[in-house]
């Protein structure tokens, strides 16, 4: 069959705005940088301190020398502040209009007129749209930029700052606890219920900048809230870095649901540290999307803590012409009953990599905890690969381990079934590949699961034939 | 207008052994050619190489509908000109809803910004799986996906009817169906005959000829069709088995394409 070959691995999203920022940092890391970004912001002298000393430590430590290949990366050539603008809007008239652009054409507010709690939207470094809904305020429900919730609620920001994920954890985290800027801070209280997610959007929109936003989500007893993150960047022909931190603490009984997907610039290196602690009876559920960039190392992880903690991970990559894919989850089960289930979707495509790497930990208290993993990865041509690295700690006689490995390719007879109907090959293929992606896409609200399979069309495109 | 189908001097291989060795058929619409045979001579390759099954190599010959030769064309393209294959092991798509896919092989028949509305398609499915006492959860069910050999059957069947193709071929349609299920697929099959659309049954057993009364009956043995003739033939290989057929002809082994 004659078919058209397409634009392969054009990436949608790459435009770039004419957007003039009002300070940059210049490239590269030094202790000035850091105290100016520290100054800028007008912080006080503990975060200075804890800048300063996040610095040295990254100083110090070596470059992973597991996962993906980093050689490329070079912290001299990144620019680490961008402020795109002095005021913070608040309300979306208040927004540029040259920002507004790029929202427009990633289609924020028709998504905020539907069914949105909250719009908190990082262009660049800082926070600069930002609304909620009035009623989660009444219920006492906190959710702001991460800078903002440094300067009016220091208490609650000084006591679980950097506890989950300290800045000597690894080099990335080190690297963001010296220069973070931007993220989302919520804290819901006691009982309460958030009924509608609430959703930010971040964006990279200057060259060579590095993105390191901070989130830190604090879920009172009995609370529960979904927070959902979607990210898209525009192309550009040298590296960037995205490395962010997030942090989360689910204290008893809380639920908890993170939501992101990422659909980074084939030049992006996207190194992320995310971890929660679930406490007694607490649910924290991951569902992590990464589509694109050049590098994703990314192990959102559980600590089941408390005694009946629940963790889960469900997650999707998709790896294109030179992209790696090198993601996972960890469950650390500390605590006795505490569960965790880890499903992982992986696609490789035109020699593209993914890697499943994984940590299913019980320590000596974990009795009857019992953690369920499945790895299902889908392999489009003979130039991909895949691997499945699970790590496994167990320190209790008494727990229950399972581990489901599965390596396919579109099959020949699904395929000939599907095209006997009608559909072409690729409408067949791609009808596959959606259905094989379908367990995520169903666990998104309505809209992202609208843009997921959009984005993974776009990515499937010329895939075949 | 009725279909008009055409078989010449069809060839197939698989794995560069010859299973079809010159299948001759003209059908029209309006028409029910059932093929019987016993197992291994053949019948259910004819089936698989007219939709385009990759697996099969066609050598030689043209299968003409309305003038196109469907030989030519990728298998969706036959699909789209009006073959449809009722197949005996329809593949499992796992996370693709029945009507999703239904919806999608419906509308790839269409001009783009002229598909099927989503209520119309919705009442259509219900009230062609109700005429197949089919459970309406089966609209929302992954396609094929934990369905009973028997549910995988009617969905075929279901298929058939949405599609609305000119020429179906129903390749043991009546396999693992009890004699309930054998009647509902049936009746499906009887609605949708008309003077347009021909059929063409594939079969080892007459039972499911008391039920879809075909107009030609063939016999397949060693890759060819090899006595044709009118419904008393399918009676009297029911009766009487296929031996009488294999002595009238000369021939010893009917399988083809089997190591000894």
Same mark, same amino acid.
């Given at each position: 069959m004659a078919k058209k070959a397409p634009d392969m691995?054009?990436?949608?999203?790459g435009f770039r705005d004419e957007h003039k920022s009002i300070f940059q940092s210049g490239k590269g890391l030094t202790e000035e940088i850091v105290r100016e970004i520290s100054a800028i912001k007008n912080e006080p002298e503990w975060m200075l301190n804890f800048r300063l000393k996040s610095l040295e430590q990254f100083r110090k430590m070596p470059m992973?020398?597991?996962?993906?290949?980093?050689?490329?990366?070079?912290?001299?050539?990144?620019?680490?502040y961008v402020r795109p603008s002095e005021k913070q809007g608040k309300?979306?008239?208040?927004?540029p209009s040259e920002i507004k652009e790029t929202f427009d054409k990633l289609g924020i507010p028709e998504a905020e007129q539907?069914?949105?709690?909250g719009v908190s939207a990082q262009y660049e470094?800082?926070?600069v749209y930002h609304s909620m809904q009035k009623d989660l305020e009444d219920q006492g429900v906190i959710f702001t930029d991460t800078d903002t919730a440094l300067r009016e609620h220091p208490e609650l920001f000084k006591k679980f700052f950097?506890?989950?994920?300290?800045?000597?954890?690894n080099k990335f985290a080190a690297l963001n606890s010296a220069v973070w800027s931007g993220g989302s801070f919520i804290y819901v209280p006691k009982?309460?219920?958030?009924?509608v997610p609430l959703q930010a959007y971040f964006r990279i929109n200057s060259e060579n900048m590095g993105q390191f936003e901070r989130t830190l989500i604090l879920a009172d007893e009995d609370s529960f809230v979904h927070y959902v993150e979607g990210c898209t960047a525009p192309i550009y022909s040298t590296n960037s870095l995205h490395s962010a931190v997030v942090e989360i603490l689910c204290m008893k009984n809380a639920r908890v649901r993170y939501t992101t997907i990422q659909n980074w610039a084939p030049n992006i290196y996207n190194l992320v540290t995310k971890r929660a602690v679930a406490e007694e009876n607490a649910t924290m559920e991951w569902v992590d999307g990464n589509i694109g960039s050049k590098l994703t190392m990314k192990y959102p992880a559980v600590?089941?803590?408390?005694?009946g903690a629940k963790g889960s991970v469900l997650s999707i990559a998709v790896a294109g012409k030179d992209q790696h894919q090198d993601a996972g989850a960890k469950m650390i089960h500390l605590a006795p009953d505490t569960t965790s289930t880890i499903v992982s979707k992986s696609i490789s495509k035109h020699g593209g990599k993914v890697t499943y790497r994984g940590l299913a930990s019980f320590g000596r208290?974990?009795?009857g905890a019992k953690a369920n993993i499945k790895c299902d990865t889908l392999i489009l041509d003979n130039q991909s690969t895949s691997d499945t690295i699970p790590y496994n700690e167990i320190m209790n006689d008494n727990v229950i381990l399972e581990h489901e490995a599965t390596v396919s390719k579109v099959s020949e007879e699904q395929l000939f079934y599907l095209m006997s109907r009608g559909l072409t090959e690729a409408d067949a293929t791609q009808m596959i590949i959606m259905g094989f992606i379908e367990p995520f896409t169903k666990e998104l609200p309505m809209e992202y699961a609208v843009e997921m399979n959009r984005l993974i069309k776009f990515e499937m495109e010329g895939s075949i034939g | 207008m009725a279909a008009d189908f055409v078989i010449e001097g069809l060839k197939a291989t698989i794995e560069g052994k010859e299973i079809l060795k010159g299948i001759n058929l003209q059908m029209k619409g309006g028409e029910i050619h059932a093929i019987m045979g016993p197992n291994g001579t053949g019948k259910s390759t004819l089936a698989s190489a007219l939709m385009g099954h990759?697996?099969?190599?066609?050598t030689e010959g043209t299968a003409v509908l309305d003038g196109e030769?469907?030989? #030519?064309?990728?298998v969706d393209e036959r699909a789209r000109a009006g073959l449809f294959l009722a197949m005996q092991y329809p593949s499992e798509i796992a996370g693709v809803t029945n009507s999703d896919f239904l919806r999608s092989a419906i509308n790839s028949r269409r001009e783009e910004g002229n598909e099927i509305s989503l209520i119309r398609f919705i009442r259509q499915m219900e009230a062609k799986m109700k005429e197949l006492e089919m459970n309406p959860e089966f609209l929302h069910?992954?396609?094929?996906?934990?369905?009973s050999g028997g549910e995988k059957k009617r969905n075929e069947i279901l298929q058939m009817m949405m599609l609305d193709p000119k020429i179906v071929i129903l390749d #043991?349609?009546?396999?693992?169906?009890?004699i309930d299920a054998l009647k509902i697929v049936a009746e499906g099959v009887n609605s949708m005959r008309s003077p347009e659309r021909g059929f063409l049954v594939i079969t080892h057993y007459q039972r499911l000829l008391n039920y879809i009364k075909p107009d030609f009956v063939h016999v397949m043995m060693q890759g060819r069709i090899v006595k044709s003739g009118g419904p008393e033939l399918a009676e009297r290989l029911e009766a009487e088995g296929y031996e009488w057929v294999k002595e009238e002809l000369g021939i010893e082994d009917e399988t083809v394409g089997q190591e000894a």
């Open positions: 691995e054009e990436y949608q999203y992973p020398k597991w996962g993906g290949n980093l050689d490329e990366l070079d912290f001299d050539d990144i620019q680490y309300t979306w008239e208040e927004v539907k069914f949105l709690a470094s800082e926070v950097g506890t989950i994920i300290p800045p000597a954890d009982g309460v219920k958030c009924e600590v089941l803590k408390g005694r208290q974990a009795e | 990759p697996k099969y190599e066609v030769d469907l030989l #030519e064309m990728a069910r992954y396609l094929n996906e934990g369905f #043991e349609i009546d396999s693992g169906l009890d």
